[in-house]
Nanobody, 114 residues
Framework: VQLQASGGGLVQAGGSLRLSCAAS????????VRWYRQAPGNERELVAS???????DYADSVKGRFTMSRDNARRRAYLQIDSLKPEDTAVYYC?????????WGQGTQVTVSS
């Protein structure tokens, strides 16, 4: 199983980014995909998830600004981040739970300047 996250970068506050998570080695369409983030000195936190049926859930801190989607044919999940804030600065990781263990992508850095 491999997950590859991409799309991070340096943006000004108020800007947008679209993160992508590409999966291989799993039956992607049946798995819930999650996005986590970890800021320096903080624990990794769950920010968004999307079920196999497309139901999404978001942390309160990102509701209304983050939108998660998936393209099962392309084996990808996406995280659209709008109205970025400096406190969104973190490394963002995609995750799936498969065969009783967690799999993580390598992370993509999002840095928001004020």
């Amino acid at each position: 199983v491999q997950l590859q996250a991409s799309g991070g970068g340096l943006v000004q506050a108020g800007g947008s980014l679209r993160l992508s998570c590409a999966a291989s080695g799993i039956n992607f369409s049946i798995n819930t995909v999650r996005w986590y983030r970890q800021a320096p000195g903080n624990e990794r936190e769950l920010v968004a998830s999307i079920s196999s049926s497309g139901n999404t859930d978001y942390a309160d801190s990102v509701k209304g600004r983050f939108t998660m989607s998936r393209d099962n044919a392309r084996r990808r999940a996406y995280l659209q981040i709008d109205s970025l804030k400096p406190e969104d600065t973190a490394v963002y990781y995609c995750n799936v739970w498969f065969r009783n263990r967690d799999y993580w992508g390598q992370g993509t850095q999002v840095t928001v300047s004020s």
